[in-house]
T-cell receptor, first 115, second 112 residues
């Protein structure tokens, strides 16, 4: 069964809206979670590493003020796309490791469409 | 920078045949490799992984082979089924970092 839950699965909203995406670890604690972005027919690109109780680590080229990450508990990380525009439309996916050294397990993604 | 890549973007196989999906990597310092399966509209699903000190690992109907000499990784799927149709990604990682680097993906199409 799923070990990482992501919500919502799909969002359609107007340009300028801020959108929050939740990522939850199910039945395990995740001090670290990861946020990826995936364009159609392309691979996953890591956006940032979410760290419980501290600031997220962003990859080069990812605007931290645009993509706000909060990891306030051991089972929840949120990604907020602020003032979203059509170019932010994409598939956003989170992941977490069940155990140190184990593989990352992914949520089912959030399809974000900005009109 | 170093990256993980795939030779074939699309692979079409007959149901019941074996499938082989290939991946080339360039970071000789990677400690482990993972194969993921991604169905349309879903997140990647873990299939199998292998450490760099191994050259073969088997799972249920799947086998991963690692050739460090030529920096090549492959995923073999036995008796391919329609449910195996998806995009397959290889990914590499290092123990010193949480990060995974994903390859470009191969679409597997299973013909009935």
């Amino acid at each position: 069964g799923a070990v990482v839950s992501q919500h919502p699965s799909r969002v359609i909203c107007k340009s300028g809206t801020s959108v929050k995406i939740e990522c939850r670890s199910l039945d395990f604690q995740a001090t670290t979670m990861f946020w990826y972005r995936q364009f159609p027919k392309q691979s996953l690109m890591l956006m940032a590493t979410s760290n419980e109780g501290s600031k997220a680590t962003y990859e080069q080229g990812v605007e931290k003020d645009k993509f706000l990450i909060n990891h306030a508990s051991l089972t929840l990380s949120t990604l907020t796309v602020t003032s979203a525009h059509p170019e932010d439309s994409s598939f956003y996916i989170c992941s977490a490791r069940i155990q140190t050294g184990g593989p990352q397990h992914f949520g089912d993604g959030t399809r974000l469409s900005i009109l | 920078g170093e990256s993980v890549g795939l030779h074939l973007p699309t692979l079409s196989v007959q149901e019941g045949d074996n499938s082989i999906i290939n991946c080339a990597y360039s970071n000789s310092a990677s400690d482990y490799f993972i194969w993921y399966k991604q169905e349309s509209g879903k997140g990647p699903q873990f299939i199998i992984d292998i450490r760099s000190n191994m050259d073969k690992r088997q799972g249920q109907r799947v086998t991963v082979l690692l050739n460090k000499t030529v920096k090549h990784l492959s995923l073999q799927i036995a008796a391919t089924q329609p449910g195996d149709s998806a995009v397959y990604f290889c990914a590499e990682g290092m123990d010193s970092s949480y990060k995974l680097i994903f390859g470009s993906g191969t679409r597997l199409l299973v013909r009935p």
